[in-house]
């Protein structure tokens, strides 16, 4: 079965259940499947119990979806039609007039007991339950693959993988139900949010560990990283949501006490191979392309949401680096989170790509679906750039300028820096006093030459700072 076909039969019983069922409508559209929905499709003037009944009985439908909550059951048992505005509720009536097989009730709430509200003419058959945030991922799953006809525990032929799986991810960290959980909790400022949150992130980090690569002689190592970063992007993704949504909801401490104890706790994954003794700097390669990244995003949903002081304090913190080549654990800044990851130079000589940067190109063409655009990336990447090459704790090399081309202008933060108040907001990133504490890095690229940061063109430290016009309007 390709893009099918529902019809999603719900009652009007509230602002946040309508909001609910649109939710869920808009998920299922993003798993391929093509929603009926009287917001969407029922047209002005159109009979309202007209339009229900047809869906129901269109047989270009695959499935009517029945969202149940107590007002759905209790309307639906009491009437054999429609009832005031009420009408987008089958009735046993329409229920009996079609092939019943075609049903799937979506719990979406339940009585004080724990039991699931259905019409009684629905009572005897199976449903889906969303009602539990905790287990929303897990029902949602097994709603889609119930209309797309590809049930989780298909029998596969004897000797052959099962087609199912290789439409899969094979990367999951075991975050499903935490992340709706922790995403419920956060927008909905439950007292829990924040534990949730930590629940989630402890949980992402501790399973990192099923990413690592076992070099394989049948295998080059470059095309595990490359593809190891693929796979992982839904992944990071979910994460990044979750930090848009903690940022935007949280309280600006406890969002930083959590995020900078899980960003923390990756830094394991720099130099821990599993026990072993022996290894290459290389065979962290995926891990250091994989958390530089959440690093640069974390900080550059900070920046857009305008959460400046809560940037600035996961850039001014020191990291507590448990494990390392030295074996003694020690304080780092935050140029401990930019590794270079070797095996993409290789894999850019080796197959004669002659890219300025690999990783750059990776991270460019893996920015889409994150709804983060790719030039506000740079401008974090120059802020890092900044801090390091004036504290000179540690090397940061902005990859992400190979895109910046000839861009004539400053970066947005130092335009609206012009304004004597933003830039007295924004300076703890740069982590400087006043504009003169830049002077010195602007003084040595004069001696250096554009060309000396090897980006594969000019770029001027200067222009991009709008370091002339920085704190000159009040």
Same mark, same amino acid.
């Given at each position: ?35 009926i929905? /009287? ?42 039609g ?11 009536? @329409?229920?009996?007039q079609?092939?019943?097989e075609?049903?799937?009730? @979506?719990?979406?709430?339940k ?10 003419? !629905? ?32 029998k596969?032929a ?5 087609? !199912? ?11 499903s ?13 439950k007292?829990? #949010? ?7 992130? @402890?949980?992402?980090?501790d ?19 490359v593809n ?15 930090? /848009? ?10 969002? @930083? ?30 891990y ?36 390392s ?13 930019y ?20 990783s ?6 893996n ?5 983060i ?36 202008? #400053? ?16 300076? #703890? ?18 001696k250096?030459g554009?060309?000396? !940061? ?8 200067k ?5 002339? /016009? ?5």
């Amino acid at each position: 079965m390709s893009e099918p076909k529902v019809f999603i039969s719900y009652s009007w019983s509230s602002q946040s259940h309508e909001r609910w069922v649109l939710d869920l409508a808009e998920e299922l559209i993003e798993s391929g499947i093509n929603v009926i929905l /009287d917001k969407w499709d029922l047209k002005p003037g159109q009979d309202s119990i007209d339009f229900m009944e047809q869906m129901v009985k269109d047989p270009s439908i695959d499935k009517v979806l029945i969202v149940s909550d107590k007002a759905y059951a209790e309307k639906a048992d009491n009437r054999s039609g429609g009832v005031g505005t009420e009408t987008q509720i089958i009735s046993k009536k @329409v229920y009996e007039q079609v092939d019943q097989e075609r049903f799937i009730a @979506v719990i979406a709430e339940k009585d004080a007991e724990g039991k699931a509200y259905t019409p009684l003419f !629905y009572h005897s058959r199976l449903y889906i339950d969303l009602s539990e945030p905790d287990r929303y991922a897990e029902g949602f799953e097994s709603l889609i693959r119930c209309i797309h006809g590809q049930p989780q525990f298909k029998k596969p032929a004897l000797g052959k993988k099962p087609d !199912y799986l290789n439409s899969e991810a094979s990367i999951n960290l075991g975050t499903s139900a935490l992340f709706k959980r922790a995403i419920s909790a956060i927008r909905d400022q439950k007292p829990f #949010a924040v534990a949730a949150l930590d629940e989630y992130l @402890v949980t992402f980090s501790d399973n990192m560990e099923q990413i690592r690569i076992i070099a394989s002689p049948d295998e080059m190592f470059d095309d595990c990283v490359v593809n190891s970063i693929q796979l992982f992007v839904p992944v990071r993704n979910e994460l990044l949501q979750v930090v /848009d949504t903690s940022c935007r909801y949280i309280p600006q401490d406890a969002f @930083v006490e959590v995020m900078h104890k899980f960003l923390e706790s990756l830094t394991k994954y720099f130099t821990e191979l599993g026990g072993r003794s022996s290894y290459k700097s290389s065979d962290f390669d995926n891990y250091k392309f994989i958390i530089n990244e959440i690093f640069i995003y974390t900080i550059t949903i900070l920046i857009k949401h305008k959460k400046f002081q809560a940037a600035a304090e996961i850039l001014n913190n020191n990291y507590y680096i448990k494990s390392s080549s030295r074996g003694i654990p020690y304080l780092a800044s935050c140029h401990c989170f930019y590794e270079n990851p070797e095996s993409l130079d290789y894999r850019n000589t080796r197959l004669n790509l002659s890219r300025m940067s690999l990783s750059a190109d990776i991270t460019k063409e893996n920015n889409n679906g994150t709804g983060i655009e790719f030039n506000l990336l740079m401008q974090t990447d120059f802020i890092l750039f900044i801090r390091n090459s004036l504290d000179k704790s540690g090397f940061w090399w902005p990859k992400t300028l190979v895109y910046l081309g000839h861009f004539p202008g #400053a970066f947005e933060l130092f335009n609206r820096a012009t304004s004597e108040q933003y830039f007295e907001k924004i300076k #703890a990133l740069l982590n400087i006093e006043s504009k003169l504490d830049l002077t010195p890095l602007i003084e040595e690229q004069k001696k250096q030459g554009t060309g000396y !940061y090897q980006l594969g063109h000019g770029f001027q430290i200067k222009q991009l700072l709008n370091f002339d /016009d920085l704190c000159t309007a009040r």
